[in-house]
Structures are given as C-alpha cells and as structure tokens.
T-cell receptor
Framework: DTAVSQTPKYLVTQMGNDKSIKCEQNLGHDTMYWYKQDSKKFLKIMFSYNNKELIINETVPNRFSPKSPDKAHLNLHINSLELGDSAVYFC???????????????FGPGTRLTVT | GDSVTQMEGPVTLSEEAFLTINCTYTATGYPSLFWYVQYPGEGLQLLLKATKADDKGSNKGFEATYRKETTSFHLEKGSVQVSDSAVYFCALSVGSSASKIIFGSGTRLSIRP
C-alpha cells in the first residue's frame, strides 16, 4: 500500500512551460506539505495545507500555486518554469500538529523536475 | 529563528565501524527532534524521534538522545552496515497551529564493505 504517492516521478520540460505535480495520501492525515530539495540535498518547505486550508506559505515565487481539492490531495502547479526550478519536489503528510508538534511527516518518493 | 546545524559530509566508514553524526539546534519553546533518512532515489523516512529533554529515540540500531543543556541530538550507531549508506537529516519542529519541520542540511554517509 502506497502511503504518499506523487506523479510524475520524472518531469523534463522547457523554460516557460506550465506543469503540475500531483500528490495523494491514503493515511487519513489532515495536513500536507510541499518541499523542494536542491542539488545539494538541502530541503526547504514551500507550502503546508491543513484540511484544504493554506497554513504555511514560505517565500516562494507566485509562479508556484498549490491546490488542495480535498484533504487527501495536494497538487503543485508551476507557471513559466525557470532553470532554477530544477530540483526534486517532495510531498509529505502528517496528522494535524499537536501542542508540542509531536507528529511525524510521511514523505512521497519525490518528483525530479528538470527544466531545460 | 529556529535552525538545525549538522556535520557536513560526506562521511565514509568501513562496515562495523562506530558512527556519530553531530546535530545541534536553536529553537524557541520546546522543540521535538527527529532524524530522517533518505536512501538513494527515495523520499525521506523517519528514523527516530524524541519529544522532550533526556528522551532517547532508537530504531534499527540507531540512537539519539535529546540534550537540552547542549542543544544537541547526535545520531549514533555501534556497528554500521553497507545498507546504512544514505543521507541523514536532523530536524526539529516547534508546536503551533502552523507547525513545520526545519531540516538540517543533511549528511551523506557511505559505508565500505
């Protein structure tokens, strides 16, 4: 059983194109996230949704727009792709954070985006 | 702000060697601390966690103790295996309505047979 799945696994596209990455979780979690991992493996949060509501929006270009049709899905749409967008994008999910944040996040396998 | 600092890699060891990967943190409040592992071509998996001072997290022979006095959460394993080769991330979260995990920069570990 796949807990957090992402499609596609690989995405190669040209500058200026618009693309989407889909994420689904079957864990019954309320909260979902998008992370970007650069070539040096540095991992940075981009967005977080709780029950379809945006709760974290880090400093990300507005070319990136997350969409959560329901609490099991969080898709990432990217407009006007740039070379610097090339990275691995990870989706994750968790239970709704508690008082001490004692939750763990479950990650998808990642989508490797290459912009040429 | 909240941050995590971990030792730079790569770390290369021989099989059965003792492993330590250092991690220190800066946080307001009372963070929970985590170690995640990323095997080649895969997403991150939670390896272990600790939620309060002096807690010890352990899994698969790995251990880490939450040390509030030194703000550290060092990862240790007594005898590493080739299958432990991966990138290890130290991370923290501070509870709030908008909780997020802050990751360290990752440490690549390679184990020689």
């Amino acid at each position: 059983d796949t807990a957090v799945s992402q499609t596609p696994k690989y995405l190669v596209t040209q500058m200026g194109n618009d693309k989407s990455i889909k994420c689904e979780q079957n864990l019954g979690h309320d909260t979902m996230y998008w992370y970007k991992q650069d070539s040096k493996k540095f991992l940075k949060i981009m967005f977080s949704y709780n029950n379809k509501e945006l709760i974290i929006n880090e400093t990300v270009p507005n070319r990136f727009s997350p969409k959560s049709p329901d609490k099991a899905h969080l898709n990432l749409h990217i407009n006007s792709l740039e070379l610097g967008d090339s990275a691995v994008y990870f989706c994750a999910s968790s239970q709704r954070p508690g008082f001490r944040g004692t939750y763990e996040q479950y990650f998808g396998p990642g989508t490797r985006l290459t912009v040429t | 702000g909240d941050s995590v600092t971990q030792m730079e890699g790569p770390v290369t060891l021989s099989e059965e060697a003792f492993l330590t990967i250092n991690c220190t943190y800066t946080a307001t409040g009372y963070p929970s601390l985590f170690w995640y592992v990323q095997y080649p071509g895969e997403g991150l998996q939670l390896l272990l966690k600790a939620t309060k001072a002096d807690d010890k997290g352990s899994n698969k022979g790995f251990e880490a103790t939450y040390r509030k006095e030194t703000t550290s959460f060092h990862l240790e394993k007594g005898s590493v295996q080739v299958s432990d080769s991966a990138v290890y991330f130290c991370a923290l979260s501070v509870g709030s309505s908008a909780s997020k995990i802050i990751f360290g920069s990752g440490t690549r570990l390679s184990i020689r047979p």
